[in-house]
Nanobody
């Protein structure tokens, strides 16, 4: 069982930056790949980025590649999403998710391997 809690959402201007954090808690020594998804009003939830169990590899959607960076700090049981050059179309609820234990891919881009989800944090990009 893994619990995830996101924070760091809010209002940003176009071209601005925000950093989302997600703290995960687990009672076992298992490790998990971690991902971020987002859901805009009236739309499906979509993949944003993911980081492997080792932290050595990251994956991004085309919509955010080059602007967003995902990282993890397992000493703090945390995963981060650094969002730069924000656009109005980035407005959404952002969800942190953890895969089944020791997931090694290759399907990081869909919801299929993600078993645990946070409640989400709202990001609004507007002038």
């Amino acid at each position: 069982q893994v619990q995830l809690v996101e924070s760091g959402g809010g209002l940003a201007q176009p071209g601005g930056s925000l950093r989302l954090s997600c703290v995960y808690s687990t009672r076992t020594s298992d490790r998990y790949a971690l991902g971020w998804f987002r859901q805009a009003p009236g739309k499906e939830r979509n993949f944003v980025g993911a980081i492997t169990v080792s932290g050595l590899h990251t994956y991004y959607s085309d919509a955010v590649r080059g602007r967003f960076t995902i990282s993890r700090d397992d000493a703090r049981n945390s995963v981060y999403l650094e969002m730069n050059n924000l656009r109005p179309e980035d407005t959404a609820v952002y969800f942190c998710a953890a895969t089944v234990p020791w997931y090694s891919g290759p399907d990081y881009y869909t919801e299929r391997p993600y078993r645990y989800w946070g409640q989400g944090t709202q990001v609004t990009v507007s002038s």
